[in-house]
């Protein structure tokens, strides 16, 4: 294509309102624009990125043989109501109604759509397994739409979804999505772990997270180097370092105004490592003392799960009512209030508050001052060790690009999405649901391949193959050469991009760099009379100087390397 006939609107300028680096590099290099908050217009060069991303699904969801269908994004109520949805979730949903007054709501995703067809269209254990997958649009009214395209209220996503007659087959229709997510993040060039992770709204008790290491993501992982080992942190397991090996006598120490488990560890020049953070909780309207090692948080997603409730801290008035003393002076010691202490406190750590103000106890021994109900309950962090072989862990922020999930019948129960088995029993199919966001994959491959010049795009999902630069068109020699290179790999079925604009070299050369495209062929006056012309990395900034004599044969075979 020809740049002066394509929508480039590219900025010298910073935008002031942008913040991660692909929201910036693709607002800077004119491929998005923003409408409204996390409503975004994806010019030509977005455009082709997204196609050529969800090429790469669909190919990798055909080999899986999942089949490609479409549903609406217009939703009925009741489905929603069905599954229980429609009450649990709040203001993330757009509800609208009818001209008839009928409730209605746009497409979060499409579990509910897609099991009410399940329970029409499959009968008998003959039907199975289905995998359907579409690329269709998600509204969702998102807390804090960010980072560009990384999070919007609209957005598209390819998403799968599983049909078996039993956990054996859910287990092998994971198992492909699995394989075939690895294929289509490998080929779109990202850098990637697949990690645990909480299924959280989905339901379901098995699920994985894809998640791009990049510092604009929102996501945290633990990972173990050693073993593999990769979770997100809101599952993640890990084993604390070792604690203080200090003892001390059972005894009441004065700590006038020491509140905060740093201020007392310095007050009494002991390490935070031996201290009992004691934080009151309130779950299902009753409290829970949850205990955690000085240096260590509490996890709320694990105790909320312990404890099959919501969790939220108690405020100051209730800590007060409940156990009658200030907060900050809070401990375990002779309480009558349900206890959940993380694992590593039985193996002694011993200082912790009185319940008397100003006043903390040192060589407090568990289960002999205070029982408790031993769990894990908190955040692994970079540093700890890992559960499985006691290597240090590290800790890294990433992008979720796609998850994968083992429903079960949490959606088929609720639908009456049935089979009939051989015998002829009503048997409810067991499900599996898979997401990827193409323009987090996009953005996640700005994040990993930039430089201060722009974008460095991964061959496989460039808007384009080649960039070809004439520095000057207005040379008959150049023009010659310039358009015969770009029709003829044009023909050979390549995607290329000629700079035709009559603009100085130096503002060629900035946006090529600024929009990524991986090779630039600069055909320049000079080098036309020494018979070569020059192909550029934009990775490296590497040339090659290719011969005039049959410059196909070289460009193509870089190209495709
Ligand atoms: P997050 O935790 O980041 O909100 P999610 O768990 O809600 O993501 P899913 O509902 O599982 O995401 O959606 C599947 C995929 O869709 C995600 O892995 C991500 O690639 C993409 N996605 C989800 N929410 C958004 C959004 N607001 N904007 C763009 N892409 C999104
Ligand atoms: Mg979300």
Redesign the pocket.
């Known amino acids: 294509m020809q740049y002066s006939k394509l929508l480039i609107p590219t900025l010298r300028e910073t935008p002031s309102e942008a913040e991660s680096i692909s929201h910036i590099l693709m607002l800077r290099a004119g491929y998005i624009r923003q409408l409204a908050s996390?409503l975004y217009i994806y010019l030509p060069l977005a455009w082709r990125v997204i196609n050529k991303i969800n090429k790469i699904i669909k190919e990798e969801m055909d080999a899986i043989g999942a089949q490609e269908l479409s549903m609406p994004v217009l939703h009925p109520a009741e489905i929603w109501q069905q599954t229980g949805r429609w009450y649990e979730i709040s203001d993330e949903m757009f509800r609208l109604k009818d001209r008839t007054g009928r409730d209605m709501c746009l497409a979060?995703?499409h579990e509910e759509v897609m099991t009410w067809l399940a329970s029409r269209e499959i009968r008998s254990y003959r039907d199975l397994p289905q995998s359907w997958y579409q690329f269709q649009t998600?509204m969702?009214d998102?807390t804090r739409?960010k980072s560009g395209?990384?999070?919007?209220?609209?957005?598209?996503?390819?998403?799968s979804y599983s049909f078996d007659a039993d956990e054996k087959g859910l287990d092998i229709s994971y198992e492909n999505h699995a394989r075939a997510y690895h294929k289509i993040f490998t080929r779109c060039g990202l850098h990637y772990y697949q990690v645990e992770?909480d299924p959280?709204?989905?339901g379901g008790n098995v699920s994985h997270?894809?998640m791009a290491p990049s510092t604009a993501g929102?996501?945290e992982i633990i990972l173990c180097k050693n073993c593999g080992y990769t979770a997100n942190i809101e599952v993640a397991q890990s084993l604390p370092d070792s604690g203080l090996n200090e003892e001390f006598e059972f005894e009441e120490v004065y700590t006038p105004n020491q509140r905060t488990v740093q201020e007392v560890a310095e007050f009494l020049n002991v390490s935070t490592k031996g201290f009992i953070k004691s934080l009151l909780y309130i779950s299902d309207s009753k409290p829970v003392l949850a205990l955690v090692r000085g240096d260590q948080e509490v996890h709320e997603k694990k105790l909320s799960k312990i404890l099959k409730s919501p969790v939220r801290p108690a405020n100051k008035e209730e800590v007060f009512s409940i156990l009658n003393v200030e907060a900050g002076f809070i401990g375990p010691v002779g309480h009558s209030i349900t206890i959940i202490a993380d694992e590593i406190l039985s193996k002694g750590c011993c200082i912790s508050g009185a319940n008397k103000k100003d006043y903390h106890i040192k060589g407090i021994v568990p289960n002999k001052h205070f029982t408790a109900n031993w769990q894990d309950i908190h955040v692994a962090k970079s540093g700890d060790l890992c559960i499985h072989c006691k290597s240090v862990l590290q800790s890294e922020r990433v992008?979720?690009?796609?998850?994968i999930?083992k429903l079960g019948t949490k959606y088929s129960l609720p639908l009456k999405a049935f089979y009939l088995n051989q015998e002829g029993a009503e048997i409810p199919i067991v499900m599996g649901?898979y997401?990827?966001?193409?323009?987090?994959?996009a953005a996640s491959a700005i994040e990993q391949n930039h430089d201060k010049d722009g974008i460095i795009w991964p061959s496989s999902i460039a808007p384009f193959d080649l960039h070809i630069i004439p520095l000057n068109l207005k040379d008959i020699n150049t023009q010659k050469i310039a358009y015969n290179i770009y029709n003829s790999l044009i023909s050979s079925g390549f995607d290329v991009l000629i700079d035709d604009r009559d603009e100085r070299p130096g503002v060629k050369f900035k946006d090529a760099d600024l929009i990524g495209i991986p090779y630039q062929l600069i055909v320049g006056e000079k080098a036309l009379k020494q018979g070569f012309i020059e192909l550029k990395s934009r990775k490296t900034k590497e040339v090659t100087k290719i011969d005039l004599e049959n410059p196909f044969e070289k460009i193509i075979g870089l190209l495709k390397s």
């Open positions: 996390g979060m995703t998600k969702r998102e739409p395209v990384l999070r919007t209220r609209e957005f598209i996503m390819k998403d992770s959280g709204m989905m997270e894809f929102e996501d992008i979720e690009v796609g998850n999930f649901s997401g990827i966001g193409p323009a987090r994959i």
